[in-house]
Nanobody, 125 residues
Framework: VQLQASGGGLVQAGGSLRLSCAAS????????MAWFRQAPGKEREFVAA????????YYTDFVKGRFTFSRDNAKNTMYLQMNSLKPEDTAVYYC???????????????????WGQGTPVTVSS
């Protein structure tokens, strides 16, 4: 199983980026797919997740209304459209997948078994 993340880069505050996570090696139709991020000197934190076959999406409060999931089933790829970016969004973003997850504080943020490499996002002020 492989997850390939891409799409990070440097953008000014208020700008947009679209992250991609291409999955291969199995069918992820029943999986949760998620994005996490880790800023310099901070712990990794959950950002958002999608339950692939149901299309259910979950967002943390700090990205709700700014970030949006989409997916391409034929390509087994999920996308995270990030708008109105802020300097505090600067981090390395990781995609992850899990067949069984743990909900914490109402979000599917635990139990991810597959991880992609990170893609860095830098938002300048």
């Amino acid at each position: 199983v492989q997850l390939q993340a891409s799409g990070g880069g440097l953008v000014q505050a208020g700008g947009s980026l679209r992250l991609s996570c291409a999955a291969s090696g199995r069918t992820f139709s029943s999986y949760y797919m998620a994005w996490f991020r880790q800023a310099p000197g901070k712990e990794r934190e959950f950002v958002a997740a999608i339950r692939w076959n149901a299309g259910l999406t979950y967002y943390t409060d700090f990205v709700k209304g700014r970030f949006t999931f989409s997916r391409d089933n034929a390509k087994n790829t999920m996308y995270l459209q990030m708008n109105s970016l802020k300097p505090e969004d600067t981090a390395v973003y990781y995609c992850a997948a899990a067949s069984q997850i743990n909900f914490r504080l109402g979000l599917p943020s635990g139990g991810y078994e597959y991880w992609g490499q990170g893609t860095p996002v830098t938002v300048s002020s």
